[in-house]
């Protein structure tokens, strides 16, 4: 998954500042699975454009779950990629369930399908975790826990089913990627800067997305000095990053691929920045 995400920070790279070229390695079994922390307003857009890239540059057919019904492409999305091939947005396709049972049954049927996936999107993981009927905050977390683990199973057995069956195909699509986003509701309604520290489901969601990718918002001068309206650093982390690469000389010399900022201009379009 996390040559997606190189590809849309490589293809939205701001075209006002010097960049450095980014070393991206092929996708591996070790980074082939995401989970992306922070706002959530800027995490959908950040999938719907790893989507939406994925699909139209890459060629690989997309699965996206979202509770959020999609009608057409954001405007702010569409001046980031203006130049999208239609064939390209036909390659995603949107499932919208409301509750975790109904995700559960749309991932497990997705063997089925004659034309499967290379990459599984979830949009605002949290929605499907938490109980609409409430409970106790002990019980509720417990609750949370458990189907976090069992949704994360799901998706990764299933993945790397589709990875064997792309792989039989000989479609070059394959690894099957996962991506995902999550925040939790205490993180939501806390104004701090340090997400999910302390986030018991996100300790278990970690045991199984091989890579986080961390949104932290530039609350300083910066977003002010650079005349845009919002500044977001993207850190990859996790121990997919450090699985990926057998070579430590390698990893330390690219240790800044690893960092990206998110710029917002004021007209709503999003662009990236190496550091």
Same mark, same amino acid.
């Given at each position: 998954?996390?040559?997606?995400l190189?590809?849309v920070?490589?293809?939205?790279?701001?075209?006002?500042?010097?960049q450095?070229?980014?070393?991206?390695?092929?996708? &591996? @079994? !070790?980074?082939? %699975?995401? #989970? *992306?922390?922070?706002?959530?307003?800027?995490?959908?857009?950040? +999938?719907?454009?790893?989507?939406?890239?994925?699909?139209?540059?890459?060629?690989?057919?997309?699965?996206?779950?979202?509770?959020?019904?999609?009608?057409?492409?954001?405007?702010?999305?569409?001046?980031?990629?203006p130049?999208?091939?239609?064939?390209?947005?036909?390659?995603?396709?949107f499932?919208?369930?409301?509750?975790?049972?109904?995700?559960?049954?749309?991932?497990?049927?997705?063997?089925?399908?004659?034309?499967?996936?290379?990459?599984?999107?979830?949009?605002?993981?949290?929605?499907?975790?938490?109980?609409?009927?409430?409970?106790?905050?002990?019980?509720?977390?417990?609750?949370?826990?458990? &189907? @976090? !683990?069992?949704? %994360?199973? #799901? *998706?990764c057995?299933?993945?790397?089913?589709?990875?064997?069956? +792309?792989?039989?195909?000989?479609?070059?699509s394959?690894?099957?990627?996962?991506?995902a986003?999550?925040?939790?509701?205490?993180?939501?309604?806390?104004?701090?800067?340090?997400?999910?520290?302390?986030?018991?489901?996100?300790?278990?969601?970690?045991?199984?997305?091989?890579?986080?990718?961390?949104?932290?918002?530039?609350?300083?001068?910066?977003?002010?000095?650079?005349?845009?309206?919002?500044?977001?650093?993207?850190?990859?982390?996790g121990?997919?990053?450090?699985?990926?690469?057998?070579?430590?000389?390698?990893?330390?010399?690219?240790?800044?691929?690893?960092?990206?900022?998110?710029?917002?201009?004021?007209?709503?379009?999003?662009?990236f920045?190496?550091?």
């Amino acid at each position: 998954m996390t040559d997606v995400l190189s590809l849309v920070f490589r293809t939205f790279v701001s075209q006002t500042k010097p960049q450095k070229e980014p070393a991206v390695r092929p996708p &591996s @079994a !070790a980074s082939s %699975s995401v #989970l *992306l922390v922070g706002d959530r307003g800027v995490s959908s857009s950040l +999938l719907l454009l790893a989507a939406v890239t994925a699909a139209s540059e890459m060629g690989i057919r997309v699965a996206f779950f979202t509770q959020t019904q999609i009608q057409s492409l954001p405007e702010t999305l569409r001046r980031c990629v203006p130049s999208l091939r239609p064939e390209g947005l036909k390659k995603t396709t949107f499932f919208y369930p409301r509750t975790l049972d109904q995700l559960l049954l749309h991932v497990a049927s997705l063997h089925e399908s004659p034309t499967p996936p290379a990459l599984i999107v979830v949009d605002r993981l949290e929605s499907f975790l938490r109980d609409p009927a409430g409970g106790s905050n002990a019980g509720l977390s417990v609750g949370e826990q458990s &189907s @976090a !683990a069992h949704v %994360s199973a #799901l *998706l990764c057995d299933t993945a790397s089913f589709l990875t064997q069956v +792309l792989e039989k195909r000989g479609s070059g699509s394959a690894p099957c990627r996962i991506i995902a986003s999550y925040l939790s509701e205490a993180d939501a309604n806390k104004d701090s800067e340090d997400l999910s520290v302390t986030d018991p489901v996100l300790d278990v969601l970690d045991r199984y997305f091989q890579v986080r990718c961390t949104l932290d918002r530039d609350r300083g001068y910066e977003a002010a000095a650079a005349a845009v309206q919002e500044v977001w650093h993207v850190y990859l982390s996790g121990r997919g990053i450090a699985e990926a690469s057998s070579n430590k000389d390698w990893e330390e010399k690219h240790r800044a691929a690893q960092e990206w900022k998110l710029l917002i201009l004021p007209d709503g379009v999003i662009e990236f920045n190496s550091v």
